[in-house]
């Protein structure tokens, strides 16, 4: 059975659906204010193997990936670049799903953005003022989270270091891995010059960061999902706050696995503006790449590790890549008829072939175990070529071959063409 690493529980546990065969998942998609990196898609690969794998067993996968294009940086950036917010985040938009599509990355069928669903934060800010756990001040509308019991338990937070003075932080977002320790911001109220509103029942204004992705949820899947996931960057604030505003206006458990990945490293440093180090895939795709090569280097591993890019391990991973599809070229797994022998099923070849899919199947019950299950796949090849060279895999081995690699390469996404 699945085993998945829930950071709620801070262990392994049993991947069980609130309703038998049926999965509600929702992912943190893009901040579009300007482009996705490697770092971004290793996060939108290893989410997307989950979809497939979830898939491979048997779930229906209902998706939400969001699309955050109104905040205080997208504004910041816009009005660097001479055009509107909704320009600039358009662009970005479809360089994403542009890029996602070239890496094999099946986006769910919701993706919405926050300026789609600017209607339903409004209703949930009505929600909680009438509750008595939003409030205004000065125009905005803040969240007070010490009116919601065990607020931020996802992340653990020590409320005993709650200041005793009110304290409110308007900002969309803050810089680094750091706790605002007060009340949090929903709505921006309109101000002379505000380059981007919206006219509602609350008023002229626009809905914080904090109440986008509670809004893109609620009106898209429901107020209870199996899965939310994401960067481990949203462990600090944002996930804690979207399970405050769900929870608060629900009053059930939000969420019940919460799976987070960890950072991308290039040369060993996190990937910054003030270091350059900042890698895009059509960075890598000018070393000769193809677009499956970084899908595999972004999803061998473990996703709650961190993982470093550097050229070296980059061009050496390429190279095993590689070197499985020419094994699958020497044993004849290539979508022609293959192997020397007779058909028929020998010892060694039959007990290879029947234990390809379950073995695959072993590792990434363990947690999305990817990289052992791509070792697994390969060292099975090998020992097949082997046998395939002293005449012992015939045609029907073969074709098996195929048929139960291209039921884990629909989760894999990188061992078949087409």
């Given at each position: 059975?699945?085993?998945?690493?829930?950071?709620?529980?801070?262990?392994?546990?049993?991947?069980?659906?609130?309703?038998?065969?049926?999965?509600?998942?929702?992912?943190?998609?893009?901040?579009?204010?300007?482009?996705?990196?490697?770092?971004?898609?290793?996060?939108?690969?290893?989410?997307d193997?989950?979809?497939?794998?979830?898939?491979?067993?048997?779930?229906?996968?209902?998706?939400?990936?969001?699309?955050?294009?109104?905040?205080?940086?997208?504004?910041?950036?816009?009005?660097?670049?001479?055009?509107?917010?909704?320009?600039?985040?358009?662009?970005?938009?479809?360089?994403?799903?542009?890029?996602?599509?070239?890496?094999?990355?099946?986006?769910?069928?919701?993706?919405?953005?926050?300026?789609?669903?600017?209607?339903?934060?409004?209703?949930?800010?009505?929600?909680?003022?009438?509750?008595?756990?939003?409030?205004?001040?000065?125009?905005?509308?803040?969240?007070?989270?010490l009116?919601?019991?065990?607020?931020?338990?996802?992340?653990?937070?020590?409320?005993?270091?709650?200041?005793k003075?009110?304290?409110?932080?308007?900002?969309?977002?803050?810089?680094?891995?750091r706790?605002?320790?007060?009340?949090?911001?929903?709505?921006?109220?309109?101000?002379?010059?505000?380059?981007?509103?919206?006219?509602?029942?609350?008023?002229?204004?626009?809905?914080?960061?904090?109440?986008?992705?509670?809004?893109?949820?609620?009106?898209?899947?429901?107020?209870?999902?199996?899965?939310?996931?994401?960067?481990?960057?949203?462990?600090?604030?944002?996930?804690?706050?979207?399970?405050?505003?769900?929870?608060?206006?629900?009053?059930?458990?939000?969420?019940?696995?919460?799976?987070?990945?960890?950072?991308?490293?290039?040369?060993?440093?996190?990937?910054?503006?003030?270091?350059?180090?900042?890698?895009?895939?059509?960075?890598?795709?000018?070393?000769g790449?193809?677009?499956?090569?970084?899908?595999?280097?972004?999803?061998?591993?473990?996703?709650?590790?961190?993982?470093?890019?550097?050229?070296?391990?980059?061009?050496?991973?390429?190279?095993?890549?590689?070197?499985?599809?020419?094994v699958?070229?020497?044993?004849?797994?290539?979508?022609?008829?293959?192997?020397?022998?007779?058909?028929?099923?020998?010892?060694?070849?039959?007990?290879?072939?029947?234990?390809?899919?379950?073995?695959?199947?072993?590792?990434?019950?363990?947690?999305?175990?990817?990289?052992?299950?791509?070792?697994?796949?390969?060292k099975?090849?090998?020992?097949?070529?082997?046998?395939?060279?002293?005449?012992?895999?015939?045609?029907?081995?073969?074709?098996?071959?195929?048929?139960?690699?291209?039921?884990?390469?629909?989760?894999?996404?990188?061992i078949?063409?087409?």
């Open positions: 059975m699945l085993q998945l690493y829930n950071t709620m529980s801070r262990r392994k546990e049993r991947f069980e659906p609130r309703n038998e065969g049926a999965v509600k998942m929702f992912s943190c998609g893009p901040s579009i204010y300007g482009r996705p990196h490697v770092g971004n898609y290793r996060s939108f690969l290893w989410e193997v989950l979809q497939r794998y979830l898939e491979h067993l048997g779930f229906t996968v209902e998706r939400a990936l969001s699309l955050t294009d109104v905040e205080d940086k997208a504004i910041s950036e816009a009005q660097k670049a001479g055009t509107t917010v909704l320009e600039l985040t358009d662009r970005n938009t479809r360089l994403f799903f542009e890029e996602a599509g070239a890496l094999r990355i099946k986006l769910p069928s919701l993706v919405p953005r926050s300026s789609t669903t600017v209607e339903q934060a409004v209703r949930l800010i009505l929600l909680l003022l009438s509750k008595g756990i939003a409030y205004w001040h000065e125009g905005d509308v803040f969240f007070d989270p009116q919601v019991k065990g607020f931020g338990r996802l992340f653990r937070l020590d409320m005993s270091k709650w200041p003075a009110k304290r409110r932080f308007k900002q969309d977002t803050y810089p680094g891995r706790w605002n320790l007060g009340d949090f911001v929903l709505w921006h109220g309109y101000r002379q010059g505000d380059p981007l509103y919206w006219d509602t029942p609350i008023g002229k204004g626009r809905p914080a960061w904090n109440i986008q992705d509670p809004a893109m949820i609620t009106r898209h899947l429901g107020y209870t999902i199996d899965i939310a996931c994401g960067g481990v960057d949203n462990l600090y604030r944002h996930h804690d706050y979207n399970l405050a505003v769900i929870e608060a206006i629900s009053g059930e458990e939000f969420s019940r696995y919460w799976i987070h990945g960890e950072h991308l490293l290039v040369d060993g440093k996190k990937m910054s503006k003030s270091v350059g180090n900042i890698l895009y895939p059509e960075d890598l795709l000018k070393e790449a193809e677009h499956r090569h970084i899908r595999f280097y972004l999803i061998y591993g473990n996703h709650r590790k961190t993982i470093n890019l550097t050229m070296d391990r980059f061009k050496t991973l390429s190279r095993k890549l590689d070197d499985l599809t020419e699958l070229g020497e044993i004849g797994c290539t979508g022609e008829a293959g192997g020397t022998a007779p058909d028929k099923s020998p010892g060694a070849a039959k007990k290879l072939v029947d234990g390809l899919l379950p073995g695959f199947e072993k590792h990434m019950n363990d947690d999305l175990n990817v990289k052992g299950a791509f070792d697994f796949l390969y099975s090849l090998q020992e097949l070529a082997a046998l395939n060279r002293q005449g012992k895999l015939g045609g029907t081995e073969c074709r098996r071959i195929e048929e139960e690699l291209r039921k884990a390469d629909r989760v894999l996404r990188v078949f063409a087409d």
